[in-house]
């Protein structure tokens, strides 16, 4: 704790290294997770290979697989982000193929019957019916992305999980509480910020609690 | 105003063993309810929604007000005709409001006429506008779920509605208080309707005339009367339950089975009743008041009697 009030500075230099690390992958995941979940809603026979590959490929433990992608790579942030992208993949295609198939018949007929358009359909009814279901994956994936990019900074690649290497070669307790804290404050918030996205992300859910 | 013309339309799905409907060739005319009835598997669902598109038929066409549908795209021939499904296929994602507005909003209608029409479809299906419209359709019941179905299918003012067994899944007392409200909005509006029901009460209730299918094919397509007093053949006779004499009568209206009043007629002491009254109804006075015959009313005129012979005739005739 000391540790984190006598060096405001560098911290804040490890957590946008580390808030970067994982926005990009983030953004990198969801981009390439969209057409790959539409691919496998459109051509349901692909869901078995893709989620399974994308299933066997989760298994994999992290530093083995960025050790892996360190020869294509190189030793820094490119595999480290390049090995989140595919952690998060899963669980972003599977999220959205699941909120899309789950999404009622009933409703997709009415909505054809009524004279939609395919565009319209996805906007007006597909995308909001899936949106709550993909930002919980958005989530979990995002907290997979903070805890990985945190064996980064063992391949170059900064963050706050330096503090806590740092702090284990050279015997500095304080630096790894410094860095467990910040580590684990940064996936609370992440979470408790797209936990609000997600509830706001469907009107009909808030209301029914209330 | 809408009339609707079926000529040989045809559909067989790939890799069907029969076509689904078969060279069905009929003319729904305008204002007219009529109900599709028929066993599961027999078409009727199928034909329904080849009127708005849903399906392509694979021979023979389809004219609404005498235009080839084919002609017309898909989308824009869609909002033109009101849609009302099983399940309500409510959007679990928009409110009361929002549900009833899709269509004028796909038809670019401006803000406050969408807002009016909403309000007044909302007091039109008998869901009070300051209590329901901000709800989602996971606070409604079923039955006000199919109460918004309802008005969401009339608010672009389609002059057809094309109904899927719309009160399937709803217990029976509200079943019977939407077909109520089906025939009194039925009574304001004059659409065409297009019903499809496997439940030979609701037909009977319901209709204007009957199209009973089986096998994708047309069996018979007359009004409830004729049928029950004259069916096509075993199936149909067995279909609507021909043998239940004191049924059939509850379905019967009074001014089926009456006679003209006679040229002599003088107002006598006949107990009266109006010629919408069932002849169940009819029966019932008669046993009670022991008359021989009862005068009809239509608007508080006498426009004929009904004595028990026609009842009886009217039963006998069904048999």
Not at chain 1, 36 to 61: E, Q
Not at chain 1, 68 to 86: D, E, Q, W
Not at chain 2, 83 to 99: C, E, K, R, W
Not at chain 2, 165 to 187: S, Y
């Amino acid at each position: 704790m000391n540790y984190l009030l006598s060096n405001p500075g560098d911290v804040l230099t490890l957590l946008l290294q580390h808030l970067r690390m994982t926005g990009i992958s983030l953004g990198i995941a969801i981009a390439l997770s969209v057409p790959l979940a539409l691919l496998v809603s459109r051509l349901r026979w692909l869901a078995v290979p893709v989620l399974g590959g994308l299933g066997v490929l989760y298994t994999i433990p992290s530093l083995a697989l960025i050790i892996f992608l360190v020869p294509l790579f190189g030793l820094n942030a490119t595999s480290v982000i390049v090995a989140m992208v595919l952690y998060t993949q899963v669980i972003l295609v599977r999220n959205l193929t699941v909120g899309l198939a789950g999404i009622s018949p009933a409703v997709l007929e009415a909505a054809r019957g009524m004279g939609m358009s395919v565009s319209q359909r996805w906007w007006r009814v597909q995308v909001p019916l899936v949106l709550p279901v993909f930002l919980a994956g958005v989530r979990i994936a995002a907290i997979v992305a903070i805890a990985i990019a945190t064996i980064g900074a063992k391949f170059n690649a900064g963050g706050l999980g330096k503090l806590l290497f740092d702090g284990i070669q050279t015997n500095r307790y304080d630096k790894i509480v410094a860095g467990a804290i910040a580590v684990a404050a940064l996936a609370l918030v992440i979470n408790g910020l797209l936990l609000a996205l997600e509830h706001y992300a469907q009107p009909q859910r808030r209301l029914k609690r209330d | 105003m809408s009339n609707l013309q079926f000529d040989d339309a045809s559909l067989r799905f790939a890799g069907g063993a029969r076509p689904a409907v078969n060279r069905v060739t009929c003319q729904i005319n305008s204002g007219e309810i009529v109900v599709i009835l028929g066993p599961s598997g027999c078409g009727k669902t199928t034909l329904l929604k080849m009127v708005n598109r849903l399906y392509e038929p694979t021979g023979g066409s389809i004219f609404l007000d005498g235009v080839n549908i084919r002609n017309r795209s898909a989308t824009k021939l869609r909002q033109q005709i009101g849609y009302v499904i099983q399940q309500s296929g409510l959007f679990p994602h928009m409110t009361v409001a929002d549900n009833v507005a899709v269509v004028p909003r796909l038809l670019g209608w401006p803000k406050p006429q969408i807002q009016a029409r909403t309000d007044e479809l909302l007091e039109l299906v008998k869901l009070s506008p300051g209590e329901f419209r901000d709800r989602y359709p996971a606070q409604l019941s079923g039955g006000q779920q199919q109460r918004v179905g309802i008005a969401r299918a009339l608010a672009g003012n389609p002059a057809i509605m094309l109904m899927d067994e719309p009160f399937g899944a709803i217990d029976a007392i509200t079943r019977t208080a939407l077909q109520d409200e089906i025939l009194r909005l039925q009574g304001q509006l004059k659409k065409t309707i297009l019903f499809v029901s496997h439940d030979v009460e609701e037909a009977l209730r319901l209709a204007d005339r009957i199209l009973i299918m089986r096998l994708g094919e047309i069996v018979q397509f007359d009004t409830p009367f004729n049928l029950l007093t004259k069916p096509a053949d075993e199936f149909v006779h067995t279909l609507l339950g021909a043998d239940d004499m004191v049924r059939q009568l509850g379905l019967l209206r009074v001014g089926c089975a009456m006679m003209a009043l006679p040229p002599n007629y003088s107002n006598g002491h006949n107990p009266t009743l109006s010629h919408l009254d069932s002849l169940r109804d009819a029966l019932s006075l008669i046993l009670k008041t022991g008359a021989p015959a009862l005068t009809v009313l239509e608007e508080g005129n006498p426009v004929g009697l009904l004595t028990l012979d026609h009842i009886r005739e009217s039963a006998v005739n069904g048999r």
